[in-house]
């Protein structure tokens, strides 16, 4: 038709399904003309159908999920494991008894001799009482304190703790006679001020070293119980208390945050994975005109530096030079290495008079600041195994070539060793692995004395120990 002008159309579906319109011949909607909306009327088939409740998709239900297990099935494998942190609490209980009235506390280990608590340990048990009818005031303090004493300065004294918490009162019981059982429950908090710092509570720990310069460094906490008794009702103002200490030991146990891998050989690692590793170098020195060169030490370590009270570290060292240095201090038949925790002997041939001592060691030093005077003491907390590693230095390598030898070992802490370093107040304690390298007849040799030190830290659990970590109180832990 002349003067037709094509119209797009948007045919609102919604309005039709609304008006409940199955097939439509015709039907008025709106139309989108030109930005306006207009009615006008279109023809659809007749055959066009609409459904206008399209009806639900029917509902299956969901397959049950597996039933759960901590060990693999069949056709499983563990892609990354870490170890629990829960441990069983102690079933059994320490009792102290002080006249007519006894004190139990729970959760302690079998025969133990004192109480001990670790991080943010629940202190809980019972105080009994034979004959309660006279008691006014039961009170429990948890007690802690830092004393240091250096021979330079004098001592000083750190209040760790002093919490105090009221079990029974008379003025604010409705019974005026205290019960013959009044039970306590008190958390041991994580952290003290130390000034305007917070930090966390220290070990319990005790050194003493005597001589001149003198060192003494105690941690110490307590449960103190005071009972507040009226002998005479009728005089309420004289009253009688009666104290009731019990030290207790604080340890907070701590985690490596990383493994020790078992490593078959330094060699067979340090191509491949040379970040299992940490590095320390130093360097063995040469008096002057001495016409001998330096000697290169190289201490490897695991890479972690935190290793458990009961972890087995490996190490391995190597010196590297020229050859007549390392002649010069192990002598044309290389002598022996010896290893302080057992005087083992290595490598073959007659000992020399003057022989080299290797060792290897672990190195704990307390330091001790009092009125800006510090003292520090150091002292050996394990001795290590060294043994050689093949190729060994022989006499028909020329004088001037370099060369390299080589020993691993390991090391272990001594088992009266149960807490790791810490830095409070005070007080400084910092472990180290600690080489020690003395050329054969130190006072005519050629190379000097070398010792190297690496430091690290002791924590109490190993990596992969799962029942050695806190347990006590099961709200909220820090």
Known sequence: MEGTVPVFLTVDIDLLARSGSVSLTPAAVPIHLHGFYQTCFIYLPSTYHMQVHPSLPTYSPSSPAPSYSCEPACGEQTLQHTPSNARPTP???????????????????????????????????????????????????????????????????????????????????????????????????????????????????????????????????????????????????????????????????????????????????????????????????????????????????????????????????????????????????????????????FLSGKPPECKPVLRVFLLRQVTVEVKGQKSWRNTTIGEGRVWPMPPLLSNCCPSGSSGHLDWEGELRVNQDVDVGGFNVANVQVKDFISLSLAPPCPQSSPLLELQLTVPIRLVTDSWGDTTAMDGGFTGPVV
């Open 91 to 345: 079933a059994f209980v320490f009792i102290k008894t002080a006249g007519k009235t006894t004190v139990v506390l729970n959760d302690q280990e079998e025969s133990a001799e004192i109480p001990s608590y670790g991080r943010q340990g629940l202190v809980n048990g019972t105080i009994c009482f034979q004959n309660p009818e006279n008691i006014s005031e039961v009170v429990i303090k948890v007690e802690g304190k830092l004393e240091t004493i250096i021979s330079e300065a004098g001592g000083k004294s750190v209040k760790l703790l002093n919490t105090q918490y009221k079990l029974w009162t008379s003025r604010e019981s409705q019974s005026s006679t205290c019960p013959a059982q009044v039970p306590f429950a008190v958390i041991i908090p994580t952290c003290f001020e130390d000034g305007d710092t917070t930090r966390p509570l220290p070990p319990s720990f005790h050194v003493m070293y005597r001589g001149v310069p003198s060192l003494f460094l105690k941690t110490s906490y307590n449960i103190h119980i005071i009972v507040t008794r009226i002998p005479h009702s009728k005089v309420e103002f004289w009253t009688k208390k009666k104290h009731i200490s019990i030290p207790f030991k604080y340890y907070p146990r701590t985690r490596a945050y990383r493994p020790i891998l078992s490593i078959p050989s330094f060699f067979s690692t340090i191509k491949t994975s040379p970040e299992e590793w940490y590095q320390a170098s130093s360097c063995m020195k040469t008096r002057e005109r001495s016409g001998i060169q330096p000697l290169e030490v190289h201490l490897f370590v695991p890479a972690g530096r935190i290793y458990a009270l009961t972890d087995v570290i490996p190490f391995h060292l190597q010196l590297f030079g020229n050859v007549s240095s390392l002649r010069e201090l192990f002598t044309s038949s290389l002598g022996r290495v010896t290893s302080a925790d057992s005087n083992r002997t």
